[in-house]
């Protein structure tokens, strides 16, 4: 930017401003000097003096010629003006002594009464402001004593009277105190007192928060026993109606029917929970207009807490303990929601109680997730379900419990099989396979109440003579009682819960069927093939027949048993005791078709007789004798013994099949067909005799084949319409066979008879071999 240039000022400028110029105002008695003030400056800022000093001098010569001018054309008339003054001037001197002494002897006069009057004055300005001091320290006194109760109410705790004291104070009429500092001061002061209340109400519920949590527990406990007791008397109250017993704790029907007499836990003889200071809080918080600042931090205080409650990891033994903290907490939530209007949301609660509830499933999972002892699951259960019934009572959503609880069951049902399948196991290992014998009625009746029998058997044996002998085992009975045990455990440990009946009937349905067939049924199967007295397999045989006829009673038991809880019905399968009665059954068949065999080697057959036997071999008789005898007094069903004749039977006539087919003797003739023929019909005859001639037909192929042989009526085996009529039962490849054997018999012969006879059976032979060509028959 340039630089200002410094303005120059003309001769005619500077005689203008001089001209201005009035040294002596006419009208004024004062040197008017004012004016020379801004000329003099500008004249140094424009640095001319030297300019303005010649003009100035020039301006007073003028000035000098004219008053010059002036006096010597009024000389005269001055002369004479200047005498009348010099005696006016005189006159007036005299007159302003006069004035003089007269002012100072009045000045003198009143001066001392001005004085007294400004001392007056000043006295009563002076008793003005001492009147107005001592009003302001007095309403300074009073406001200074309101602040000071002030404190004193926070000391005390009664935060509300503080607090309307801080309102008193700024509602204070308009006075002289109101414009004075110490007042201004006062009301900036106001907040931070608000804030003091605000901390101390504050103070106040953390310190009854910590106090609640240290009675949480108690609280719990309280709550828990006042259910445990109304649960235990809907329990009598159901035993005597059974028209109850579909109705649990908690329900329409108890809350109706059994007399209430709810303990309020929190105000009891033994408790009593003062909510005061939370009240408190809220009413100064509310009147603060901070209700959302304290809502936010009671929330996460009461989170902090609850993240508190559960250690990590979960001891199960403190279970119970726990649980009645969380109980206590919740029962005091619960009350806070319903008495504090909107302070607390049921959104605000329910976030609490979900987080806690889904730690608490884990912690309880994590400590049972190495736990086989099914009776810790059992106090886990016992432990949880008065807690669920508890908060269930103060609305509270429980349905995560109940699935945590069905999912304790599944493996609680899962170890209790286990322990019992070993126990099932081991009853079978020290069997003995015999008939379980009692001697006193007692013992009768006791035994006979363990076991499920069909309602006819089991009047009978009442009503039997002592001693008896059951119809089955000692392994038997144990099986029952523990059966009886374990139902009793599996339902022990749903006992209360009332949700979900059907997956717990299933899955004791799916318990039972495999400790049924998995261990009971094939622990007797394994039994089986161990035992080789025929006593005891045809005891497992009838400890079989019990048990088809237990998971029938059984069936029907369960199903009852669950009706009346709403249960489904229960369908246990039998068809692995069927598959094992038919293995037993076989072993009897094949302990008898060993004992046949010492028969059969005792059999002396001549296989190329000269001549035929009108009688049946000797050793048929002790055969029957025997098989009679035997199959006759086996304690079982007469179709299961019918089942034994038919094995024993089949078994017979198999080994006489053998002789005429197997390979143990290489040729015979007909006369050894014929005393073949003779036994099959002595043992046809037996079996009509002992009323069991519907077992003949095993003796079908065998009397058919030695009727074909012995009539000469092979071509007539040749023709299909004959041979699906007559000769249905005959199997080509044994008839080929038998062919064969006499042909080796004929051609082993020196007789032409012989040899032509062997010769036709060789034809017939091959001719049975061309119609059915490679069949396996």
């Not at 079982?636 to 390979?663: Q, S, T």
Request: aromatic share 8%; charged share 25%.
């Amino acid at each position: 930017m340039a630089p200002q240039r410094r303005p120059q000022y003309t001769q005619e400028n500077i005689d203008q401003q001089l001209q201005q110029i009035h040294l002596l105002d006419p009208s004024s008695s004062s040197e008017n000097l004012e004016q020379l003030g801004p000329i003099i400056k500008q004249i140094h800022a424009n640095r001319q003096q030297e300019a303005y000093l010649r003009n100035l001098q020039a301006l007073i010569a003028t000035k000098d010629s004219e008053i010059e001018q002036i006096c010597t054309d009024n000389y005269q008339e001055f002369i004479s003006s200047a005498s009348t003054l010099f005696t006016v001037k005189s006159y007036t001197n005299n007159l302003r002594d006069k004035i003089t002494t007269l002012d100072a002897s009045v000045s003198q006069v009143g001066r001392g009464l001005v004085e007294k009057k400004r001392t007056l004055l000043q006295s009563k300005k002076t008793a003005a402001k001492l009147d107005e001091a001592i009003d302001t320290l007095q309403a300074c006194l009073k406001v200074l004593d309101v602040v000071n109760r002030i404190g004193e109410l926070i000391k005390e705790g009664k935060y509300w009277s503080a607090l309307r004291s801080l309102e008193d104070i700024q509602s204070l009429p308009s006075n002289s105190l109101s414009q004075t500092p110490f007042y201004q001061h006062l009301l900036s002061s106001l907040p931070s007192l608000r804030i003091q209340i605000q901390n101390a109400v504050t103070a106040s519920m953390k310190q009854w928060l910590l106090e609640i949590r240290n009675v949480s527990g108690l609280v719990g406990k309280l709550a828990l026993e006042a259910m445990d007791y109304r649960t235990r008397k809907w329990r009598s109250r159901r035993e005597k109606d059974p028209m109850l017993r579909l109705s649990r704790v908690g329900s329409a029907v108890e809350m109706v029917i059994q007399e209430r007499s709810d303990i309020n836990v929190l105000d009891s003889e033994k408790l009593k929970v003062d909510f005061t200071p939370l009240y408190q809080c809220i009413h100064i918080y509310t009147t603060l207009d901070s209700i959302d600042d304290l809502r936010r931090s009671y929330q996460a205080d009461r989170k902090a807490q609850s993240d508190l409650i559960l250690p990590d990891p979960l001891p199960l033994a403190s279970l119970p303990n726990l649980t009645q903290e969380i109980c206590g907490f919740f029962i005091i939530e619960s009350h806070v929601l319903e008495t504090t209007g909107n302070f607390r949301s049921e959104r605000e609660v329910e976030e609490l109680w979900e987080a806690l509830v889904a730690r608490l499933a884990s912690a309880v999972n994590a400590s049972l997730a190495n736990e086989t002892d099914p009776d810790a699951f059992l106090r886990v259960k016992e432990c949880l379900i008065g807690f669920i019934t508890t908060l269930e009572s103060y609305s509270y959503a429980t349905q995560s419990l109940h699935s945590l609880i069905l999912m304790l069951f599944e493996k609680y049902a899962g170890l209790l099989e286990g322990q019992f399948s070993r126990r099932f196991d081991g009853i079978f290992l020290e069997d003995d396979h015999l008939p379980m014998q009692v001697t006193i009625p007692s013992e009768r009746d006791s035994v006979l109440a363990v076991v499920w029998l069909d309602p006819s058997e089991q009047e009978d044996l009442s009503k039997s003579g002592l001693p008896l002998s059951l119809p089955w085992s000692q392994g038997f009975f144990l099986c029952c009682q523990d059966i009886r045990n374990f139902i009793q455990k599996f339902y022990h440990f749903v006992d209360g819960v009332s949700q979900h009946h059907g997956n717990i009937d299933e899955l004791l349905n799916k318990s039972l069927d495999r400790l049924l067939a998995n261990h009971i049924s094939s622990s007797i199967s394994k039994c089986l093939s161990s035992t080789s007295t025929l006593s005891q397999v045809v005891q497992i045989v009838s400890n079989l027949e019990h048990f088809e006829v237990a998971c029938s009673e059984l069936e029907r038991s369960l199903t009852s048993l669950r009706s009346t809880q709403r249960g489904g019905a229960i369908r246990l399968s039998s068809s692995s005791f069927a598959n094992t009665i038919t293995r037993a059954l076989n072993r009897v068949t094949g302990l008898i078709t060993s004992k046949l065999d010492d028969f059969f080697d005792l059999a002396e057959y001549d296989w190329t007789p000269q001549s035929r036997e009108d009688t049946p071999s000797m050793y048929l008789y002790e055969l029957i004798n025997w098989l009679t005898t035997i199959v006759d007094s086996l304690v079982i069903k007469e179709v299961y013994k019918d089942e034994a004749y038919r094995g024993a039977v089949g078994y017979i006539a198999e080994c006489l099949m053998n002789f005429m087919i197997g390979p143990d003797v290489p040729a015979m003739n007909e006369n050894a067909v014929s005393n073949i023929l003779v036994d099959t019909e002595f043992l046809e005859g037996e079996l009509t005799r002992i009323g069991r001639d519907h077992l003949s037909s095993v003796f079908a192929e065998l009397h058919s084949m030695a009727s074909v042989i012995l009539n000469d009526t092979v071509q007539d085996y040749l023709v299909p319409q004959v041979r699906q009529t007559t000769y249905s039962v005959i199997r080509p490849k044994r008839l080929q066979t038998l062919l064969e054997k006499l042909t080796r018999y004929g051609s082993s012969r020196r007789d032409a008879q012989s040899r032509e006879r062997g010769d036709r059976r060789r034809k017939e032979a091959e001719a049975v071999g061309r119609v059915f060509p490679g069949e396996n028959r």
